[in-house]
């Protein structure tokens, strides 16, 4: 299949991917809008059929040695058109425009910091098999919780904690002066998760007040840079211990549920155990990540 071309993002392609990322038909549209805004300096295409019975989102980034890697960060195909070879074809055009942008390497994983998904989650079997088919070894496997909302914790514990910060203190709010939090997260961090806190629909922080202190942020929270979902999330070492990521993890999932809802995804998790304790968060969603070289 050669036309396949690279196409703008409009309602068919947001209409593509409702229709075949069955396990995500709600938000599907909001990712692909999310993907159609990247950071500035990414590097990034969409390529369709003519008919747009398919699509695939591609981008470029770097692997820790600093080599640009190459992403496919979606892949839709219509399921009345499915069985077609348009899937391999979509893969097969954005590996081309991968390689005339210097990667070297493909990836099924996640583009941090603007991404729909760590990997291919493995419900989505056929585009597993497919990667499989095409020669992509698993390298990695990522995990997401999923937390019910309004959260469900201890009411006693989070009022300790309350009072633990207070007398330590500290306070939390949401940002009103949203660059100063963004840089804390960039000296802190890294600048993807400063890009993350920076598009966030909801950015709660922790400071500390005092003569000596005054001002200082300790940590933050952050929901909504990937649509729906919650993180990332930080604290500073010398604050830790004292009960603040909780706290903010908390106010942001609150403000989740007064927004409408009824759960979400905290994304590429790590500490399964702080999560399932401070808000009975579950481990839910498995992602395989994906990559073969592009020779």
């Not at 299949?1 to 703008?8: E, F, G, K, R």
């Not at 910060?165 to 961090?189: H, K, N, P, S």
């Not at 300790?218 to 909504?224: D, E, P, R, Y």
Request: proline content about 5%.
């Amino acid at each position: 299949m050669t036309d396949i071309a690279p196409v703008a993002v409009d309602g068919r392609v947001a209409d593509v991917a409702a229709a075949a990322l069955w396990a995500d038909a709600a938000d599907a549209p909001l990712v692909v809008r999310r993907l159609a805004a990247p950071p500035p300096e990414r590097r990034w295409t969409v390529l369709s059929t003519p008919g747009r019975e398919g699509v695939v989102f591609a981008s470029l980034g770097a692997d820790g040695a600093g080599h640009v890697t190459g992403h496919v960060d979606l892949i839709a195909v219509d399921p009345a058109a499915q069985g077609r070879g348009i899937g391999r074809a979509l893969v097969g055009a954005a590996e081309e425009w991968m390689r005339a942008h210097g990667a070297a390497e493909s990836r099924f994983a996640g583009n941090p910091p603007c991404y729909a998904w760590p990997g291919i989650d493995v419900r989505y079997t056929p585009a597993a098999c497919l990667a499989e088919r095409l020669g992509y070894e698993q390298y990695r496997v990522a995990w997401n919780m999923t937390a019910g909302l309004p959260a469900r914790y201890d009411e006693a514990e989070h009022e300790a904690d309350l009072v633990k910060l207070a007398a330590a203190g500290v306070t939390v709010a949401a940002a009103a002066d949203r660059a100063r939090i963004v840089a804390f997260v960039r000296e802190q961090w890294n600048d993807k998760w400063a890009w993350e806190a920076e598009q966030a629909s909801g950015l709660h922080y922790a400071s500390r007040d005092g003569a000596e202190r005054d001002g200082e942020i300790l940590g933050f929270a952050a929901w909504g840079a990937r649509p729906l979902w919650f993180g990332p999330m930080g604290t500073a070492e010398a604050a830790r211990g004292l009960g603040v990521g909780r706290v903010l993890l908390r106010r942001c999932l609150a403000e989740q549920a007064a927004a409408g809802q009824t759960s979400t995804q905290i994304g590429w998790v790590g500490p399964l155990r702080f999560y399932s304790r401070a808000v009975g968060a579950r481990a839910e969603r498995v992602f395989w990540l994906y990559r073969r070289p592009l020779d």
